[in-house]
């Protein structure tokens, strides 16, 4: 089994849609949770950063974290065609080893 | 946008040719990391630096090699390139939980 498991995709939604991208994981040593943005021909940017269960907001975006079900969340609001690109999970532990998901390519369709 | 940079951006190459894949930054981190990221898969880290004069390999066996005589420079080497190294170098150098990526090196090996 996979440390981190994340449906790659494709996934296309209309312009104004509400995303949702999920991970799971196996290894509860995991602590710090990330989801990180790549263009095409890009390397990965980090979006959203987070250490607790719960949410937390950034404008449009909203990372989710339940650590009781290995289960991780984004959610894009008001989706635009600026937003397609592969989101990629990344989980690190307290002692700094990062591991990352495969990504999810996202289209956002005008 | 980060100040990291990968050079060359495309390098395609024939079997048994010996390759150095450049990466630089500018913003004074200790650490810096390369990955592999080939489509649909998750990054594999295969060499890790803490600092000067420190190196390690990460958890995806590679034939490569690096180096940090500077900081600011993690250059990695193919002594030896062959078709199964075909695939996207990703370099990062990271400062607490956040990593930053260069563009990346796209190689073919023919």
């Known amino acids: 089994q996979k440390e981190v498991e994340q449906d790659p995709g494709p996934l296309s939604v209309p312009e104004g849609a509400i995303v949702s991208l999920n991970c799971t994981y196996s290894n509860s040593a995991f602590q710090y949770f990330m989801w990180y943005r790549q263009y095409s021909r890009k390397g990965p940017e980090l979006l959203m950063y987070?250490?607790?269960?719960g949410n937390k907001e950034d404008g449009r975006f909203t990372a989710q974290v339940d650590k009781s079900s290995k289960y991780i969340s984004l959610f894009i609001r008001d989706s635009q065609p600026s937003d397609s690109a592969t989101y990629l999970c990344a989980l690190k532990t307290s002692y700094d080893k990062v591991i990352f998901g495969p990504g999810t390519s996202l289209s956002v369709i005008p | 946008e980060a100040d990291i940079y990968q050079t060359p951006r495309y390098l395609v190459i024939g079997t048994g040719k010996k390759i150095t894949l450049e990466c630089s930054q500018t913003?004074?981190?200790?650490?810096m990391y390369w990955y592999q990221q080939d489509p649909g898969m998750e990054l594999h880290l295969i060499h890790y630096s803490y600092g000067v004069n420190s190196t390690e390999k990460g958890d995806l066996s590679s034939e490569s090699t690096v180096s940090r005589i500077r900081t600011e420079h993690f250059p990695l080497t193919l002594e030896s390139a062959r078709p199964s190294h075909t695939s996207q170098y990703l370099c990062?150098?990271?400062?607490?939980?956040?990593?930053?990526f260069g563009p990346g090196t796209r190689l073919t090996v023919l």
């Open positions: 990062a150098s990271s400062v607490g939980d956040e990593q930053f």
């Open positions: 987070t250490y607790s269960s």
């Open positions: 913003m004074g981190h200790d650490k």
